[in-house]
């Protein structure tokens, strides 16, 4: 069962919901300084990891080293990329059946999965030619 949720925790998961981008803990921070809702940057990295742990968002780490992170919406399935942090949707998923099969053989009650692909996409492909 997941736990109520702070305040802090509800500010930083109300910006995830309303980007359509992976976000940094940085960027978060600032925005949230900026609309005079401010949470301090522990609290932020706080908030991000309890948010992460509750299955209610995704973190991805870019090859410069920095996190971002965006909203886990129930069943979606993504190609990410680790240049720009850019995340496409798949629309169908191939491993639905896969998941009620386990679900049923080890009595595991499955909330939801996400499929994560991880490469480059044809923007950032282009820059490296």
Known sequence: MKEKLTRSQERVLHLLQHHDHAVSAQ????????????????????SLETL???????????????TVY??????????????CGKSLPIDSCPIHDLGNQLAKK??????????EFFGLCSQCQQATD
């Open 27 to 46: 960027d978060i921070h600032s925005e949230l300084r900026n609309s005079e809702k401010s949470v301090g940057l522990a609290t932020v990295y706080r």
């Open 52 to 66: 992460k742990l509750q299955g209610l968002i995704k973190a991805l780490t870019l090859p410069n080293g920095e």
């Open 106 to 115: 080890h009595t595991f009650q499955i909330y939801y999965h996400t499929l």
């Open 70 to 83: 965006s909203v886990t919406r129930a069943d979606r399935h993504h190609l990410n990329c680790l240049n």
